[in-house]
């Protein structure tokens, strides 16, 4: 992988991160969370964005986590529950350490290679020569998810500068990404898992296409 490709996938996991933070406090998430989270999440798949600034945002989502539940930050005995997640980890459990690098499509992020046949049917599936195992596919399913809410906070970020996004649809908005993340760092979730949660996004996506 790519340097830039490290700090894109260091950045998507500290969002997700910041997930898992905001869970029950939905409360304490503002307009600046709403706006961070989009624009950190789109500019995960934009060329755009430098190294500097993917680590700005980086460091700007860890001051949110803070924000959120600050007693984490300074915790003796950290139990992970609002860890980063390690996306280069599961692109390395689809794919393997040699093929980690995803490939950015101009509309938006690939669904990783996997992932299209991901959770269609019990057991492990048949891709080429190589057989989906049970972590596998829900690697593959989580990064799926992580796809598809980038190309949502891209869709986002268009419709939020061209007419602005009403306060009743941000923090619905807001809701469904804080969710989506958190299911992409979930332990033990799988494909049947996710796959609810994937149609929403899909579903809200279609809805801010350009």
Do not use: W
């Not at 910041?18 to 029950?24: H, I, N, P, Q, T």
């Not at 939905?26 to 969370?33: I, K, P, S, V």
């Not at 789109?42 to 986590?65: I, N, P």
């Not at 061209?162 to 923090?171: K, V």
């Amino acid at each position: 992988m790519t340097e830039e490709s490290l700090f894109r996938d260091q950045l998507a996991g500290a969002l997700v991160g910041l997930a898992r933070a905001s869970e029950g406090k939905t409360y304490a998430l503002t307009e600046a969370t709403f706006r961070l989270i989009c624009q950190a999440l789109a500019a995960t798949v934009s060329e755009r964005t430098g190294l500097r600034a993917l680590q700005g945002l980086t460091e700007e989502v860890h001051l949110e986590k803070q924000r959120l539940a600050p007693d984490c930050a300074v915790c003796a005995s950290p139990c992970g529950r609002t860890a980063d997640c390690d996306i280069t980890a599961l692109r390395q459990t689809v794919d393997g350490p040699e093929m980690a690098e995803t490939t950015e499509a101009a509309g938006g992020p690939e669904m990783p290679r996997a992932a299209e046949t991901a959770g269609i049917a019990d057991g492990p599936e048949i891709v080429g020569e190589r057989r989906i195992s049970g972590d596998c596919a829900d690697a593959a399913a989580k990064l799926a998810l992580l796809a598809a809410l980038q190309s949502l906070a891209v869709g986002l970020c268009r419709a939020d500068l061209a007419d602005g996004i009403p306060l009743s649809e941000r923090l619905s908005l807001m809701n469904l990404l804080c969710r989506g993340l958190f299911f992409v760092g979930a332990p033990g979730f799988g494909p049947e898992e996710i796959a609810p949660v994937l149609q929403e996004v899909k579903e809200t996506m279609d809805l801010y296409r350009e």
